[in-house]
T-cell receptor
């Protein structure tokens, strides 16, 4: 299943399916992007990151894709498991002069059905 | 203890109370952060400390007062709060807030309810 993170905050998938969580970021000058996962009762946990000079990065069961042309970031989770149920946040790092600003997305809630 | 710990995990207070939230990181990091997380809103950065010095204060009301006695400990002192201050308060740490690819590690948060 797919979602647009900021416009459809809930994604429901069947266990074993692949999940795609989307994020539209705001600033073309952002040069670093991070995905976090937040399980119920816990703080956000780092999943994977990607620099703006890359368009794809793979981790264990997760892949992040970056399309700078349309300012779009996606997180793909392969063979989604019940333990993947959480809220997923994308964050962009924007540099303005000597300042570094971390801009958070609203989050997408992923529910995995057994 | 490992990672980032926060106490208490839950706190209920009246508007006239004074309380403090505590955060401790065991990662050897130099930067610490306070965030406010409310339902249906992006994470709101409140304060940043880097090497014990406050480097950011994002227009946070003075009823929230941070304290960073050393790089491992961070406090948020609360007084005369409002019901709209009810939220999950998250602490995070990172190696150095001035580094572009610096990753933040979060504690479990304190769920605050102001009556």
């Amino acid at each position: 299943g797919e979602s647009v993170g900021l416009h459809l905050p809930t994604l429901s998938v069947q266990e074993g399916d692949n999940s795609i969580i989307n994020c539209a970021y705001s600033n073309s000058a952002s040069d670093y992007f991070i995905w976090y996962k937040q399980e119920s009762g816990k703080g956000p946990q780092f999943i994977i990151d990607i620099r703006s000079n890359m368009d794809k990065r793979q981790g264990q069961r997760v892949t992040v894709l970056l399309n700078k042309t349309v300012k779009h970031l996606s997180l793909q989770i392969a063979a989604t498991q019940p333990g993947d149920s959480a809220v997923y946040f994308c964050a962009e790092i924007l540099h303005a002069g000597n300042n570094r600003k971390l801009i958070w997305g609203l989050g997408t809630s992923l529910a995995v059905n057994p | 203890e490992t990672g980032v710990t926060q106490t208490p995990r839950h706190l209920v207070m009246g508007m006239t109370n004074k309380k403090s939230l505590k955060c401790e990181q065991h990662l050897g990091h130099n930067a610490m952060y306070w965030y406010k997380q409310s339902a249906k809103k992006p994470l709101e950065l409140m304060f940043v400390y880097n090497f014990k010095e406050q480097t950011e204060n994002n227009s946070v009301p003075s009823r929230f007062s941070p304290e960073c006695p050393n790089s491992s400990h961070l406090f948020l002192h609360l007084h005369t709060l409002q019901p709209e201050d009810s939220a999950l308060y998250l602490c995070a740490s990172s190696q150095d807030s001035g580094v572009s690819t610096d990753t933040q590690y979060f504690g479990p948060g304190t769920r605050l309810t102001v009556l």
